[in-house]
């Protein structure tokens, strides 16, 4: 009688469970939504892992200028490039396309993704931090 | 002591089974297809879809045709510089097969621009140089607009100018495998390395069964 009682009882409060287990698990990776940015919108050039395309494309893994880059890499994003830069010692002169359509919210995500992604350890950027670097765009 | 022996038996008798079933399916595997449509002649004879002839010029000036590709196999794919879409994914499979077959010299690469005008020698140049090419082996083609669309539609690939696509062309990202008679053997996603790699089993499958023995035919 007893067991039956708790299975009868009981379910409710495991579904719960499991569903918060679900729901902190999300929240507990933040990176869910910079991934999917990421593989929209950046993975086409700079491929999944990061790793650009010989000297045709710069590399994001392990790249010198993303981890000295602060909020300000998310103009670079947002307005995209047509000037030469130097990532690793290596000049890159092609054009890099603007992702002129991505909010600021999307861009902290993107940009704390690259950030944290492939081995990469730089410091994390907050959303404070973006919209005033957004506001400061050369 | 006979149960074992029997079990034994019987686990021989599977697994010269499974070696017999695997080498015979090996054996059974039928060549490539060729595909396109089929013509027939008025005589009654039945002609193969072909690649028609072609002339363009690649990064170095030089002019590459039909000719050129002649008694070798080759990778086709359309592309050009600045698409910002697909085209690098495609690049990027397309260094992997340079690198791959680098030493193989019946097998050539050829990428046709979509997007001549920008396209110009010395922006392939500079777009094949970047990704350390080795002219012999991979031509970055360019020339006159319209013969190179009607090109894609004899490779039977997509090709539309769509000013609402990106970077202006709305194109396929197919890699098409053709052999040494300009007929075309297999169609491949050259976004997916996956879909690449299976290019790379068959242009090896392809060089074994028709390379070496074709060649000396056309030779002779």
Known sequence: MKIRNILYYGWPVLVVGIALIFYFQDNANPSGAGQRLYTTHCANCHMDNGQGLRRLIPPLAGADYVHAAGAEMACLIRNGIADTMVVNGVTYSGVMPGNTYLDEVELVAVLNYIKQSWGNSGETVTYPEVKKALSQCP | ?220
Request: aromatic share 10%; proline share 5%; charged share 25%.
């Open chain 2, 1 to 220: 002591m006979r149960q074992p022996t029997r079990n034994s038996f019987f686990f021989l008798l599977m697994i010269s089974w499974g070696i017999i079933a695997c080498n015979s399916q090996e054996v059974v595997e039928k060549p490539l297809p060729i595909l396109g449509e089929k013509t027939i002649t008025p005589e009654g004879d039945t002609l193969l879809y072909q690649i028609p002839p072609f002339a363009f010029v690649d990064q170095d000036s030089n002019m590459i045709s039909e000719k050129d590709v002649a008694g070798k196999f080759y990778v086709a794919d359309f592309f050009f510089t600045t698409c910002p879409s697909i085209c690098p994914k495609m690049s990027a499979e397309m260094v992997r097969l340079h690198d791959e077959f680098l030493k193989e010299d019946q097998l050539l690469l050829l990428s046709y621009s979509l997007d001549p005008k920008y396209d110009t020698v010395a922006v392939l140049k500079d777009y094949a140089t970047k990704l350390g090419v080795n002219t012999e082996k991979w031509h970055l083609l360019t020339g006159d607009e319209q013969e190179l669309y009607d090109l894609a539609y004899a490779y039977m690939v997509n090709a539309v100018k769509d000013e609402t696509a990106p970077g202006g062309v709305l194109h396929s990202g197919a890699f098409v495998l053709v052999d040494q008679n300009r007929h075309v053997r297999g169609f491949y996603d050259g976004t997916i390395p996956e879909e690449v790699d299976r290019l790379m089993v068959d242009i090896r499958r392809l060089i074994k069964e028709e390379g070496t023995i074709k060649e000396e035919s056309t030779q002779g």
